[in-house]
């Protein structure tokens, strides 16, 4: 039993999810390595096709392709409006709702419901809402956009992005809300005997004890926002208008499965998982330092 160290028990009930992360995680994230170093490509099944070693190609092809370069700026916008607002509102309303007093379980779940709503059913309100004759648009009137708001190159991200931090922010919300359970009351009490108001005693208690939740929030977020696929498609018919809502997992869908070049989209995926990483490194290291 020395092979499974101090705790055996304790590895043995670990090694079925060790086994299902080699298996769903690591290999598929391996051969995508691999192939993106290889001229690959789609064959019949059983057909014995070589697939000679490239190099950088795969790479090189990725970083100059002006598709890629479009992508990445879209979802650097989405990023901009979307981590500060879902962590932004999902304090202030996790606050909000650790304080109420009637009505909270109602609310949490109120909060809760669109994040376990298949995203298939919320996006046909949203085309209810947001297309040219929709209720958005009927209530601004004079004001309203003109293309409208998922048809204008300039409104189809950030309204995308306003939609995925409504979808998403019960989830964060429960996160905070967790956090806020570990805050001691005797902080806000001590405050508030100092004369803090009520401002004073959320910047300087409340934000700093949730500090954690906030590097996770925001870590999360990133990768969302990294892996934004279902929105754009379903949206924008797939990132439009000319290519305005793309997002890089859809170019790798668009580039891998529709235009049969795996290993370019090979390659834009782990610049993709890379670029995150180190994102979120930094993130870690800017929130949760002293």
């Known amino acids: 039993m020395r092979v499974l160290g101090r705790h055996p028990v304790g590895m043995i009930l670990s090694a079925p999810y060790a086994v299902y992360l080699a298996v769903i995680f690591a290999y598929p994230l391996g051969f995508a390595v691999w192939m993106s170093f290889h001229d690959y490509f789609f064959a019949a099944p059983g057909a014995i096709v070589d697939h000679p070693f490239v ?20 979802i650097l916008i989405f990023l901009v409006i979307n981590v500060p607002l879902t962590t932004g509102l999902a304090l202030v309303l996790a606050v909000a709702l650790n304080r109420a007093v009637h009505g909270r379980a109602f609310l949490r779940v109120a909060f809760y419901v669109p994040y376990v709503t298949a995203s298939v059913a919320v996006v046909g309100v949203w085309l209810f ?35 995925v931090t409504w979808k ?13 359970q570990n805050v001691p009351k005797e902080l806000y009490e001590s405050a508030a005997v100092d004369g803090a108001s009520a401002w004073h005693r959320f910047w300087s208690v409340t934000v700093p004890a949730v500090r954690p939740a906030t590097a996770l929030v925001v870590i999360l977020a990133l990768i969302t926002g990294a892996n934004l696929f279902t929105e754009p498609y379903l949206l924008t018919g797939g990132g439009g208008p000319n290519g305005a809502s793309a997002s890089p997992v859809l170019v790798m869908y668009q580039r891998g499965l529709q235009q049969g070049e795996p290993d370019f989209a090979a390659a834009l995926g782990v610049l993709l998982v890379l670029g995150v990483l180190i994102v979120a490194y930094i993130n870690r290291r800017l929130i949760e330092r002293d």
């Open 55 to 74: 190099g950088l190609d795969n790479y090189r092809a990725v970083l100059t392709d002006p598709g890629v370069h479009r992508a990445f700026q879209n």
């Open 129 to 163: 809402l947001f297309n040219s004759g929709g209720l958005v648009n009927s209530v601004l009137g004079p004001l309203a956009p003109d293309p409208s708001w998922l048809i204008n190159e300039h409104l189809a991200m950030p309204t995308i992005a306003v939609f």
């Open 168 to 180: 998403q922010l019960g989830f964060f919300i429960l996160l905070y809300l967790a956090a806020l």
